[in-house]
């Protein structure tokens, strides 16, 4: 059996050097996280992106900035331990509810998950505008279908969600014992608890309840 030529390109790839000046230049320049087939496309041709990153994440190591992937794509962000620095630039002005924090862990933990499966979660039934508010700041968006009959829409967290809370995937959430080693969960019933019939956000959810219909989001 005879060995298939290999393709050949006309023109000879950049240095390595050069690779990783020009893959810098991009992150530096791109504001939302860039996929590596979204750096070839935009790299001279023969370029190898992900051996470039690699380079990339090696030199900025210790450095007030870090070359950091988010999801399936990579992007420029300040270290971790300068983030007070930033304090002023990244503070939220729009504050989520109850109502919302706890729809967002649960999507968050239970992803890909209904409607139906985050109301019996909570307990309570859940407003479109909480959903739609969530949607809006593109930290869900609609998964695929359940195969089941109805065929519901399901939720999963978005890239945006991941590289606001710099984690890598949903699977570096904390566990609840870092929660409540952090002080962040306490006794009260939460999303996982039976009951919310003290919840200050259920008025609200059911002030809104007219918003939805029988049908799908």
């Not at 810098?24 to 370029?47: N, S, W, Y």
């Not at 998950?113 to 909570?122: C, H, K, L, Q, Y």
């Not at 969600?161 to 080693?181: I, K, M, T, V, Y």
Request: with cysteine.
């Amino acid at each position: 059996m005879t060995e298939q030529p290999q393709e050949e390109s006309l023109f000879d790839a950049p240095p390595m050097g050069e690779q990783e000046r020009m893959v810098e230049a991009i992150l530096f320049a791109t504001a939302e996280p860039i996929t590596v087939k979204d750096l070839h496309a935009r790299l001279p041709h023969g370029c190898d992106a992900k051996a470039a990153l690699a380079h990339l994440v090696k030199r900025y190591e210790g450095r007030g900035v870090r070359v950091v992937r988010i999801g399936d794509a990579w992007a420029m962000r300040t270290a971790p331990d300068l983030g007070f620095l930033m304090q002023r630039e990244t503070v939220e002005h729009r504050k989520l509810s109850r109502a919302a924090i706890e729809t967002l862990a649960i999507i968050a933990y239970h992803q890909p998950v209904t409607r139906a499966e985050i109301e019996e979660i909570r307990g309570v039934s859940v407003s479109r505008g909480t959903v739609d508010q969530l949607l809006e700041m593109e930290w869900i968006r609609f998964g695929r279908r359940r195969m089941t009959p109805g065929r519901p829409v399901t939720f999963v967290v978005t890239q945006t969600f991941l590289d606001h809370f710099g984690l890598e995937s949903a699977r570096d959430l904390p566990g609840l014992a870092d929660l409540r080693a952090a002080g962040l969960l306490d006794n009260r019933p939460g999303p996982l608890g039976p009951s919310d019939q003290d919840d200050p956000e259920k008025a609200e959810d059911e002030d809104q309840s007219d918003l939805f219909d029988d049908g799908e989001l």
